[in-house]
């Protein structure tokens, strides 16, 4: 009666008799969480995990769109903050440290995959159109269509223009994601919006959001 | 902020919207996690390259680009030529191709892959790409034939489904006022999505899809493979002399009439036909305004049939000449109340007001409208949504938090389901 009305008590009672050793929850301070990651504290690694992927994948899918190799990358993401941990300065701004390297990893994939369509030839069967690939999602064709006018960008407008205009950051929010100056950023905005409004126009899906303003109509 | 930077973050949060429904189904962050803690630190904590190992590679990756130089053809996209009556031209890339009464429309591709419009379809190549192409079907039978290679990359868009293919035979019907598909496989697999099938669906050979927007049901039924494979499937040859087009199977579809055997069928690519209607067709919505307008667009509106009012309104806001559009939108619903197309008129107004004119008090009163009209729509979940975000940004939070209630109740992942939460505090 006593383990059913309490099926984790039996267990625990064992595990203090085989002296498992339980590790105490690591508080939700970003702070605190990097010194554990540095300490080699047990559990530690699944926290960062557990604190931060979810932001990571928004970044990840706000730049990308739909890709195959998202799972992938936001492994990549999390294998590379533990690498770099020793270099963070500032273990309170692991968050926007965790951002760049988000998009740093974004950065490399979408420059891979031009790469590789350019020499298709190597691994006909690894490449997908990464854009237009069937995705078994339910996106609109508008969204699916600002994707292929994204793909016209290049890597670095592409991922500004992600991150301000899909995920609704902040410019300095951008500039502090890519590392670079304000200045950079907005130029590199400046250029990513003429470009996409240019190459939308091919797109009917896209004309009502873009006709709106008088701008866009020109 | 400029209107173009309105306009892009309006675009972008629909897109942030749209994906935060997806996220899971993305990326799986259990399996995710899983993998990260179980293989990602180990593979990587020791992993330094050998001295050796790098000059190897550098030696490999010259030898590649030798070859490369040596062997490389950079893919080419595909290209195809439209056939009718035994004259071809070549084909473009986003213009419109529509097969008139009594003829068909072959569509031949650089891969071999065929693509026939039976009399009275229209369609469009959107996309060609080295492995596929990207098709919208605005309406009618279409054949097609694609053939099948490892890497074949074909999508097919027909209102608010999608049909994804790799390599098969199979014909779709898609008529766009009743809403209704149907999907019949002669070979090989696709997949069907959109509208009610949240997941895509698998159809392989023999099957017969019938799905209905409108009425929200679909209904997959299985025939004998031989018996679709065996049936005369092929559409007639675009010299007009074979037997008119017919799908093979039964269907509760309206059949395409027969053409008049004498009459003299012509592919007709409309591209530079005078009429609003085909320069909307074509995708040049500023010259069919312009077109509409030379006619006097309101006098036009008062000479319109139903069909044609929604075609106006529908030009006149994607040229965005939104005082025009809402006056089309507002006579077809004042004159034709009782058609459906009255409730998709209510569904472009709230648009206008939401998207365009920043109304969003008057936008939550068109997609209110909506959905008292079609409460099960096919517009019906994008219209709730989108009436729980009006009143969230018109600060009717009491009605907004209403609206989260009956859309997570309805649509519990629907694309608007994070701002339910948002809204309900959860």
């Not at chain 1, 926007?96 to 740093?104: C, K, Q």
């Not at chain 1, 959001?209 to 109509?217: K, Y």
């Not at chain 2, 997959?220 to 017919?246: H, R």
Request: with cysteine.
């Amino acid at each position: 009666m006593h383990d059913e009305a309490f099926p984790g008590a039996a267990t625990a009672a064992a595990a203090e008799r085989t002296g498992v050793v339980r590790h105490l929850p690591i508080p939700d301070n970003d702070a605190v969480l990097v010194e554990a990651i540095r300490a080699g504290r047990g559990g530690a690694a699944a926290a960062l995990f557990d604190r931060h992927a979810p932001h990571v994948r928004r970044v990840l899918v706000r730049v990308l769109g739909v890709d195959r190799d998202l799972p992938d990358l936001v492994q990549e993401v999390f294998v590379q903050v533990l690498e770099s941990l020793d270099r963070l300065q500032q273990p309170k701004a692991l968050r926007g440290w965790i951002t760049s390297i988000a998009v740093f990893v974004a950065r490399a994939h979408i420059r891979k995959k031009k790469r590789q369509q350019l020499f298709r030839f190597f691994a006909p069967s690894d490449i997908e159109e990464f854009v237009t690939a069937p995705d078994g999602t339910s996106h609109s064709e508008a969204v699916r269509s600002v994707y292929r006018v994204m793909a016209h960008l290049s890597a670095d407008e592409r991922i500004a223009f992600a991150l301000r205009f899909v995920d609704g950051m902040e410019l300095t929010e951008v500039a502090a994601a890519c590392r670079v100056s304000l200045a950079t950023i907005k130029r590199r905005l400046a250029s990513a919006q003429r470009k996409f409004a240019e190459e939308a126009r091919r797109h009917p899906e896209l004309v009502p959001w873009l006709s709106g303003g008088g701008r866009w109509a020109q | 902020m400029g209107t173009m930077t309105r306009s892009l973050s309006d675009l972008g949060r629909r897109v942030a919207d749209e994906q935060d429904a997806e996220l899971d189904r993305l990326v799986d962050l259990g399996r995710a996690r899983e993998r990260f803690l179980r293989y990602g630190q180990p593979e990587r904590a020791g992993r330094k390259a050998h001295p050796l190992m790098i000059a190897a590679a550098a030696a490999l990756m010259a030898a590649g680009a030798v070859l490369a130089v040596l062997w490389y053809r950079a893919p080419e996209p595909l290209h195809f030529e439209v056939v009718s009556r035994g004259s071809s031209s070549a084909g473009e890339e986003g213009s419109w191709l529509s097969a008139s009464p009594g003829e068909a429309v072959d569509l031949r591709f650089s891969d071999g892959s065929r693509v026939s419009l039976a009399e009275r379809s229209r369609a469009r190549v959107i996309e060609l790409g080295a492995e596929g192409a990207d098709l919208v079907v605005e309406n009618g039978k279409v054949q097609l034939d694609i053939v099948s290679r490892r890497e074949s990359q074909w999508q097919l868009s027909l209102g608010p489904f999608r049909v994804q293919v790799t390599g098969t035979r199979f014909d779709v019907d898609w008529q766009p006022d009743a809403e209704r598909l149907m999907v019949s496989m002669r070979e090989g697999r696709v997949l069907v999505s959109g509208c009610m099938l949240d997941e895509p669906r698998p159809l392989v050979a023999g099957e017969v899809l019938r799905a209905s927007c409108k009425e929200g049901r679909v209904e997959i039924t299985s025939q004998p493979a031989q018996a679709t494979a065996a049936a005369d499937l092929e559409v007639p040859p675009p010299d007009g002399d074979a037997e008119p087009y017919e799908s093979e199977v039964e269907t509760d579809l309206e059949p395409a009439p027969r053409p008049e055997p004498a009459r003299t069928a012509t592919a007709e690519r409309v591209q530079a036909t005078p009429t609003w209607k085909d320069l909307a067709a074509e995708g040049d919505y500023k010259s069919a305004y312009a077109a509409a307008q030379a006619l006097g667009f309101r006098d036009e509106c008062a000479r319109a049939g139903v069909g044609d009012l929604m075609g106006l309104g529908d030009v006149a806001r994607y040229a965005g000449q939104l005082a025009d559009a809402e006056h089309a939108y507002g006579e077809l619903r004042r004159r034709f109340p009782s058609d459906d197309r009255a409730s998709v008129a209510a569904f472009a107004l709230a648009r206008i007001a939401f998207d365009q004119r920043g109304r969003y008090s008057e936008a939550a009163r068109w997609f209110g409208t909506y959905l008292r009209e079609r409460p099960s729509g096919s517009l019906a979940r994008e219209a709730l949504g989108r009436y729980m975000e009006s009143l969230h940004r018109s600060g009717d939070m009491v009605g907004a938090r209403q609206a989260a209630e009956r859309y997570l109740g309805r649509y519990p992942t629907g694309p608007h389901s994070e701002l339910g939460h948002r809204l309900l505090g959860n």
